[in-house]
């Protein structure tokens, strides 16, 4: 029997399903991101669908595919927040894919190139799709939710780079550089390390390995700090922008921090009158 695929009908299913299972993945990873990269991320996914239209790959190519498809489309919805926050959201993604096709096993499924076909409408599988939705909703409100504070994806625009980030609220931070008053958003050093300008990094990793003074021409400014852990200096830099979707403030400083144990959740710390702006709640 020959199977007939409409190419429409491909990518809006496929586009509407992954907007679901991404939207449950950053409930699982208490992460959230904004409506336009929800969109790429679906899209993503919707194209990699075209998978299945390609000649049969190797077990091991079909393998390496299907994860690089997986990580483009989890990166499209939710940046890279760092290693092992990124690999965390592409294995809640791949489970969620994986838990949607044992939802909707019938007799007739087809697969090529790790990509399966059901032959069922398109209306059955959305249904599907929302019926993995509800039972995640029903097992977070039974158990909790996933531990620690929602984070958004959002873009750090310094003078040569913008970095992806996962920008956090936090209504008891609060740290003003004292001698212009600007805010100071707080960024986890080893998180964006790789993404920052080559003599800045060096700067920095002098900085926080044996205290070195900072360089005049990068504009290095040293501002106070103080925790439960105590006081500290922590290098600054003045930043471009913040940009949550098209939503965007400037007139800040980006501090670097390594703290000895890694945050989860975020890797940009902001206070509440930059969020408030942002609309971060």
């Known amino acids: 029997m020959k199977t007939v695929i409409y190419l429409d009908e491909l990518l809006l299913t496929n586009f509407l399903a992954a907007a679901m299972l991404l939207l449950c993945t950053g409930l699982l990873?208490?992460?959230?991101?904004?409506?336009?990269?929800?969109?790429?991320?679906?899209?993503?996914?919707?194209v990699s669908s075209f998978g299945i239209l390609?000649?049969?790959?190797?077990?091991?190519?079909?393998?390496?595919?299907?994860?690089?498809?997986?990580?483009?489309?989890?990166?499209?919805?939710?940046?890279?927040?760092?290693?092992?926050?990124?690999?965390?959201?592409?294995?809640?993604?791949?489970?969620?894919?994986?838990?949607?096709?044992?939802?909707?096993?019938?007799?007739?499924?087809?697969?090529?190139?790790?990509?399966?076909?059901?032959?069922?409408?398109?209306?059955r599988l959305l249904l599907c799709c929302g019926a993995v939705s509800a039972l995640l909703r029903a097992v977070l409100f039974c158990f909790g939710r996933a531990a620690g504070p929602r984070?958004?994806?959002?873009?750090?625009?310094?003078?040569?780079?913008?970095?992806?980030?996962?920008?956090?609220?936090?209504?008891?931070?609060?740290?003003?550089?004292?001698?212009?008053?600007?805010?100071?958003?707080?960024?986890?050093?080893?998180?964006?390390?790789?993404?920052?300008?080559?003599?800045?990094?060096?700067?920095?990793?002098?900085?926080f390995a044996c205290g070195a003074s900072p360089p005049p021409e990068l504009g290095v400014r040293l501002v106070p700090c103080t925790t439960i852990a105590g006081h500290c200096v922590l290098p600054a830099v003045p930043a471009k922008a913040l940009r949550v979707g098209s939503r965007r403030v400037q007139g800040f400083l980006a501090a670097f921090c390594r703290p000895e144990t890694p945050?989860?959740?975020?890797?940009?710390?902001?206070?509440s009158e930059l969020a408030g702006q942002l609309g971060i709640r």
């Not at 945050?263 to 206070?271: F, G, I, K, Q, Y």
């Open 263 to 271: 945050p989860e959740h975020w890797t940009a710390l902001l206070d």
């Open 29 to 46: 990873c208490a992460r959230q991101c904004s409506g336009l990269r929800l969109l790429a991320g679906s899209a993503a996914a919707a």
């Open 54 to 123: 390609l000649p049969e790959l190797p077990g091991a190519a079909a393998v390496l595919c299907k994860a690089f498809t997986c990580g483009a489309v989890v990166a499209a919805a939710y940046g890279v927040p760092g290693l092992r926050g990124f690999a965390r959201l592409c294995a809640w993604y791949l489970l969620l894919n994986l838990l949607l096709c044992g939802a909707v096993v019938l007799p007739g499924v087809q697969s090529a190139n790790l990509c399966v076909y059901f032959a069922l409408s398109p209306g």
């Open 151 to 207: 984070s958004v994806a959002a873009v750090l625009e310094l003078d040569s780079a913008a970095l992806p980030v996962q920008a956090l609220c936090d209504t008891g931070f609060s740290v003003q550089d004292p001698l212009s008053g600007r805010a100071v958003v707080l960024l986890h050093y080893p998180s964006v390390r790789d993404g920052l300008p080559q003599a800045l990094r060096t700067f920095l990793d002098s900085y």
